[in-house]
């Protein structure tokens, strides 16, 4: 079974590959692309974007375990519908964007878990702390504007404490729980 999977693992994956063997490196298309922020006040379930992530995947067809992530968040380009809550979010005591304009996420290998599904372990560094963080995620060969491209889809939950995001009145988790998810929908084409 599991040769199987690997298999139809690996089909995919050269797939991606076009005409290639080699290494392929791929670039996040933003037009196409979302990444999504879930979280609650006071019992209340909201929602927000981060705009203008920016990603490069290294993925080698031959050794998915090969992948490489590099993705850049600037969290001066977070969208939410209320301009008060985007104050609070940038502010000193949350992502305190001054001093830490940007998140990252960076990863260096990957395992197959089933046919399109794949973890990624990596970093992720929010203001000014660096933990490790498993990215689960599922990966489809498409075809964007007649090229072939790769649909990358996550859902993964982040606790903000640990990122130093909620400080003084905001590290009470009874008005904002520490659970965050991130819902991950992008398009990728290769360079």
């Not at 050269?14 to 922020?37: H, N, Y």
């Not at 904002?176 to 398009?187: C, F, H, L, S, T």
Request: glycine content about 6%; some cysteine; overall charge negative.
């Amino acid at each position: 079974m599991m040769k199987s999977i690997t298999r139809t693992a690996a089909a995919s994956l050269l797939a991606l590959s076009a005409v290639s063997t080699q290494a392929a490196t791929w670039e996040l298309d933003q037009g196409q692309s979302i990444v999504i922020f879930k979280y609650s006040y006071e019992g209340t379930p909201y929602q927000g974007e981060f705009g203008g992530v920016s990603a490069v995947f290294d993925i080698d067809p031959l050794k998915p375990s090969a992948c490489k992530f590099d993705v850049t968040i600037p969290i001066e380009n977070i969208n939410v519908d209320s301009p008060e809550t985007l104050d609070y979010l940038l502010d000193l005591e949350m992502f305190d964007v001054d001093q830490w304009p940007t998140a990252t996420f960076k990863a260096e290998k990957c395992s197959l878990d089933s046919v399109n599904s794949f973890t990624s372990e990596g970093t992720l560094t929010i203001r000014d702390q660096t933990h490790p963080i498993a990215f689960p995620f599922t990966l489809e060969v498409e075809t964007c504007d007649g090229q072939v491209c790769f649909h990358l889809t996550s859902e993964v939950t982040v606790q903000r404490l640990d990122f130093g995001v909620g400080q003084g009145y905001w590290a009470n988790t009874a008005t904002i729980p520490n659970d965050v998810g991130i819902e991950i929908d992008v398009y990728a084409i290769q360079k």
